[in-house]
């Protein structure tokens, strides 16, 4: 606890330095990435750093609508019992959106024991990341976020629609990539979470227009530590959609928003440094050297495994179409965006691979997890890379292996992944299949308007 006693010296300064701040958000994701957790006042906030402060194992039991899925046992079974959550060193600032008053913090879960919890992804991500370090390697990320703006009033049917434009009051369905004009019209709310996430110590760089009407990328620049990384993913997806709400709109993650629009993507550029601080994957090659070509083969083979991280949610599947720049094989390529690992353009000592499978609804924690033990698998097992793909990609894809593209598929392929339980944990593997699984059946159950349109009178 002596880096927690350090941390609370400095959270001690900036409440110094913030003297209208009254209540601190205390922020837990869960394995969907959603955020649960207590607004306490700033005089208890040294229990917090002391003793953590105490939440239900079931955080981690919940699937997206908040309900405990209680085949996993860490609801009723043991008396919904709870632990102690500490705080992330480092993260504590202020929430400017919700006034002055409102300071945020970011927690994670111990056990009893004062262990690690099991089943929260920031710590599934510290397990892989100490095979890394036993390397006396350090994995550098940079996460790269899409989202949409939609108007906070649904259409008659409930769905989602694209917000009317500040500039000129049309309400546009058109698509236009990287349009500068449509950049204006949400100038000031993009500007606003620029200066948020620097506030935040969330490092930003370009945002452009994506192919949706008012969706938007955003990349955060690259960190040499991947918990950070996603901390910073994290908090940059509050900032959007607190930021959003105060300019008249509604941002969403969701993968697949509009039926016949692009989807949203959470896209993952990864190195490794050695201690010396030199990337293993340097090269004047464009498809990197023998390491990158053995991270890129064990990212292939174990990617159909991960797809339940990648598309965690019934939505997800919706965005995985060809030739809508969501790869539906395991394939890799040079400077080719229709394939699932990318190496991207850059100078030899920059070289690094790009994972473009995820949807935006994925995880961090747990997409990085996944992608680095795949990474990790490929070079510790020295496995050869196929062919590189060129052109095309969505018809160049000759023997690839097919990704799972519905979520029963994806759920058993997890579930049987020898891979993911050597470096998630069977805890963990168990833990995930069982709540994605109740979140899968309980939809399935749903009767929706379509089961009227399509059933009700013909058959």
């Not at 009723?76 to 913090?105: H, I, K, N, T, Y």
């Amino acid at each position: 606890m002596a880096l927690l006693r350090d941390d609370y010296s400095n959270a001690q300064a900036f409440l110094a330095a913030q003297p209208a701040v009254k209540v601190v958000d205390l922020l837990l994701p869960d394995l969907s990435g959603i955020l649960r957790g207590k607004r306490m006042d700033i005089a208890d906030l040294a229990t917090v750093y002391d003793k953590g402060m105490y939440l239900p194992g079931s955080m981690f039991a919940l699937d997206v609508m908040g309900g405990t899925v209680q085949e996993t046992g860490l609801g009723f079974d043991e008396g919904d019992a709870d632990r102690p959550c500490v705080p992330v060193p480092g993260s504590l600032f202020a929430s400017s959106w919700l006034g002055p008053s409102v300071a945020q913090l970011q927690v994670q879960m111990l056990d009893h024991d004062q262990r690690p919890f099991f089943g929260d992804p920031r710590h599934v991500l510290d397990a892989v990341l100490e095979r890394y370090a036993a390397r006396g390697w350090r994995p550098v990320v940079a996460i790269e976020l899409e989202f949409y703006f939609v108007d906070p009033e649904r259409t008659a049917a409930g769905h989602a629609q694209p917000p009317p434009s500040r500039l000129t009051g049309r309400r546009e369905h058109r698509t236009q990539i990287n349009s500068m004009a449509d950049l204006n019209s949400v100038s000031d709310s993009l500007s606003e979470i620029a200066v948020t996430c620097a506030e935040q110590n969330v490092p930003t760089g370009t945002a452009l227009a994506e192919y949706g009407p008012s969706q938007w990328e955003v990349n955060l620049r690259h960190v040499a530590d991947a918990r950070l990384a996603c901390d910073q993913a994290i908090r940059f997806k509050r900032i959007v959609k607190g930021v959003a709400l105060r300019h008249g709109l509604e941002a969403t993650f969701m993968a697949n928003p509009y039926e016949d629009m692009a989807g949203s993507g959470m896209h993952m550029h990864v190195s490794v440094q050695e201690e010396s601080g030199q990337n293993v994957f340097a090269s004047v090659e464009n498809l990197g050297n023998d390491l990158l070509k053995q991270a890129a083969a064990g990212l292939i083979a174990t990617m159909a495994d991960g797809m339940a991280v990648f598309a965690p949610n019934a939505n997800s599947y919706r965005r995985l179409r060809p030739e809508a720049y969501v790869p539906t094989h395991a394939t890799w390529g040079y400077n080719n965006r229709g394939v699932a690992v990318r190496v991207p353009v850059s100078g030899p000592e920059d070289r690094r691979l790009e994972h473009r499978v995820a949807g935006a609804d994925a995880n961090p924690y747990l997409l990085t997890a996944v992608v680095l033990a795949g990474m990790l698998h490929g070079i510790e097992k020295k496995l050869p890379a196929p062919a590189a793909l060129t052109g095309n990609a969505y018809t160049q894809r000759s023997t690839a292996p097919r990704l799972p593209t519905d979520w029963p598929t994806a759920l058993a392929r997890f579930d049987a992944s020898s891979f993911l339980r050597e470096f998630l944990g069977d805890r963990f593997v168990r833990l995930y299949e069982i709540t994605r699984r109740g979140e899968m059946q309980d939809f399935a159950a749903r009767l929706s308007p379509l089961d009227f349109a399509w059933y009700l009178e013909p058959v």
